[in-house]
């Protein structure tokens, strides 16, 4: 029997304790179609990463907005996550991801975040429309 895909959206303030706690819950959800520690580490490293951009970049710091990740679950095939703000955005955007990210300097105190996660998935993009800035990541499950 073909299982159908599992979709699910969440929200919170762009605060680091707040979106640790809801990636947190994510990986927890996720883990009952997914049992491969290696992959759910994978998913709580990169939905934190990207919510420690939109902490970090999206918002002034005296007011932060919402950060919102859907995930779809493919079950046996890829789960999708999609991780937007309504905040600045990426000054250079459309990103040229044809590319490899390039690692920032082993000197800098930042900017390793899109390197780490463009590592970690199949699939890498960054869209936006209509004020939203999205960062949708696959991560292939075949083979895993």
Not at 29 to 53: F, Y
């Amino acid at each position: 029997m073909k299982q159908q895909p599992v979709k699910f959206t969440f929200c919170t303030r762009a605060e680091a304790q707040a979106c640790r706690a809801l990636v947190k819950g994510i990986v927890q959800v996720v883990s009952q179609w997914i049992v491969r520690q290696q992959l759910l580490d994978d998913l709580d490293l990169l939905l934190t990463e990207a919510c420690a951009n939109a902490v970090r970049h999206a918002y002034p710091p005296d007011s932060p907005g919402c950060v919102e990740i859907a995930v779809k679950l493919l079950p046996g095939k890829a789960v999708v996550c999609s991780i937007s703000d309504w905040g600045e955005g990426f000054r250079q955007c459309p990103l040229d991801l044809q590319k490899p990210i390039p690692l920032c300097p082993p000197e800098a105190e930042s900017g390793r975040g899109l390197y780490i996660i463009s590592n970690l998935v199949d699939k890498f993009a960054i869209l936006q429309k209509d004020n939203k800035n999205t960062l949708r990541v696959t991560i292939n499950l075949a083979g895993r």
